[in-house]
């Protein structure tokens, strides 16, 4: 069974040389088989998030803290994957 867990997440955004904080220590922990909503206001971070987590940032983007996704082949921390790497788990698991 595979689950999702992010501790002490936070991303910054580059523009013109500073870094802005943009999500700031998230967690989250899901289980195989849940459902998970983000709500919140227009502009807090939710797509960003969603998408950083599965590897989709944009360039400018800096992740901080940790992303674990636990199964098969026990624990990855999916800060640490490649470009390729995602690519073959996204959406397969």
């Known amino acids: ?46 797509s960003i998030t969603a998408l950083s987590m599965m590897g989709l940032q944009p360039p400018n983007t800096r992740i901080m803290g940790h992303m674990y996704l636990n199964g098969e082949n026990g624990q990855e921390d999916l800060n640490e994957l490649t470009k390729k790497e995602w690519t073959s788990i996204r959406g397969k698991r």
């Open 1 to 46: 069974m595979i689950e999702f867990r992010a501790e002490h997440f936070s991303l910054d955004f580059e523009n013109e040389k500073k870094w802005y904080p943009a999500v700031t220590d998230f967690n989250m922990h899901i289980d195989a088989g849940e459902m998970v909503a983000l709500i919140g206001e227009s502009g807090c971070g939710k």
